[in-house]
């Protein structure tokens, strides 16, 4: 693991003069449709910090999108890879097949929740790993119609982008896109009209309206939803829609799909999102904080629908990469070890305690309009004082201040007026709460 010390420290302008000379070379040389957040440079990164090549450390509430939850050099992660690393890279589970990849498919079941007996396959990237599941969910159902929710976000390939709500900067110009793809209104309760208590019951009575009206529950193989939205802004479908929906899907045998690729694996407080109502998903999809910071996702679900794609259907030259497995499994042991979901639980804890606290105390507070999420998984929607019309530039301001102290935060909603918050598990308590001293300070200086 990387000795990197914990502690935030800023030696020059952020970013510094090295990553000015890099980020020229990258301008001149990476496709502008590439974006970054902010081009600081990367030297080395593990536990809450990232080290970029100027020498600063900057405190890291990103990690890389939720993907380096056990931190971006964690030592299971390490070890295990490196091994395999000199073992083989690579050798194609479709050629010749070994035990890593079998491994992580038996931690998959073991791990996503229900007790019936459960099968996996394994991609590169979470868009992959949501194409594969409407693959399956069409061969089991032999329907085509798949349903997804206002302000989902499902990746950038082609069928992903059908899937993903919000345009810019995701489909513009990219069209056409895959048929056979509905959206459906979503228990958004900040901004439901009649109120969060009663987004949950008004927004599932909506959608499956709209879904036995206008596309027949008969045709509908696939009904995908995040149970955290994650890009579309950390929102947190209103308490009974995910049950309301999972029972409507159950009932018209329809795959019910949840995308846990960015609320998974210990991110929310629990190995997935979807336990804390209790619903038992038929397909789950995961990748980003699955393997710590290697590209790795699966499909993992019901062994009769999984099996339903004829051999040959699926997989990919790289899907379940040897070291990427090894990875998730050094992964998976740290999760369990060092008990993650108890630390994302602690920090939800500690930053919805002084996000609240920022909200009453602050002269300019009333703009922080929504604190939410679950665990490390924590945004607050911003939007102009005594309205709800979102703020964007606000969300934007305290960003950058953040970035020239130091702080890594990123911002995310469909409106692009929410700042969110997602810090490796093994974040010390330390750094978390300079994070937030940070903000509190980005506060009082918009
Ligand atoms: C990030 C994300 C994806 C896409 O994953 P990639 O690895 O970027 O393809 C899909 N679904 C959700 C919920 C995500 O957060």
Redesign the pocket.
């Known amino acids: 693991m990387s000795d990197i010390p914990q502690e935030r420290r800023v030696v020059t302008a952020i970013p510094g003069p090295k990553s000015v000379e890099l980020q020229a070379r990258r301008v001149a040389a990476v496709a502008a449709g590439v974006g970054s957040t902010l081009p600081v440079f990367t030297a080395r990164a593990g536990g809450g910090i990232i080290e970029d090549v100027d020498g600063n450390r900057l405190i890291d509430f990103g990690s890389g999108?939720?993907v380096t939850s056990v931190g971006a050099s964690a030592e299971a992660v390490v070890r295990r890879a490196s091994a395999q690393l000199a073992d083989f890279t690579h050798t194609c589970f479709m050629v010749t097949p070994y035990e890593g990849y079998v491994e992580v498919c038996e931690q998959l079941a073991e791990l996503t929740p229900g007790d019936h007996a459960k099968k996996s396959a394994l991609f590169n990237?979470?868009?992959?790993a949501?194409e594969n599941a409407v693959k399956i969910a069409r061969a089991y159902t032999k329907r085509t119609a798949v349903v997804v929710f206002d302000h989902g976000?499902?990746?950038?390939t082609n069928l992903?982008m059908a899937l993903t709500a919000k345009n810019m900067p995701y489909k513009q110009g990219f069209g056409p896109f895959a048929p056979e793809v509905y959206r459906v209104p979503v228990a958004y309760g900040y901004r439901w009209p009649t109120g969060a208590e009663n987004a949950g019951a008004e927004a599932s009575a909506q959608a499956i309206d709209e879904i036995t009206k206008q596309i027949g529950a008969d045709n509908v193989a696939a009904i995908i939803i995040?149970p955290v939205l994650?890009?579309g802004g950390f929102i947190e479908p209103a308490k009974g829609f995910l049950p309301a929906i999972a029972q409507f899907a159950k009932d018209n045998g329809i795959v019910f799909v949840a995308?846990e690729?960015?609320s998974g694996f210990c991110r929310t407080g629990q190995w997935f999102a979807c336990e804390d109502e209790g619903i038992v998903p038929d397909l789950i999809?995961t990748?980003?904080g699955i393997a710590g910071g290697l590209p790795l996702?699966a499909v993992t679900g019901r062994a009769e629908i999984m099996d339903a794609a004829h051999a040959g259907g699926l997989g990919g030259t790289y899907g379940g990469n040897p070291v990427a497995c090894a990875g998730a499994l050094g992964a998976i042991e740290t999760m369990r070890e060092l008990d993650l979901n108890g630390r994302a639980k602690r920090i939800e804890e500690v930053m919805k305690g002084r996000l609240a606290e920022m909200r009453s105390k602050l002269p300019n507070g009333d703009i922080i309009g929504d604190i939410r999420g679950r665990g490390a998984m924590i945004a607050i929607e911003l939007v102009k004082a005594g309205t709800k019309e979102p703020d964007a530039a606000a969300a934007g301001a305290l960003a950058k201040t953040c970035h020239g102290e130091g702080l890594l935060v990123l911002t995310c909603g469909t409106y692009g007026n929410v700042l969110r918050f997602l810090p490796p598990l093994v974040i010390g308590e330390d750094l978390l709460n300079e994070g937030l001293d940070i903000i509190e300070q980005a506060f009082a200086r918009l």
Do not use: F, L, N, W
């Open positions: 999108i939720a990237s979470g868009a992959e949501v976000y499902h990746g950038r992903t995040e994650g890009e995308d690729i960015q999809t990748a980003k996702s």
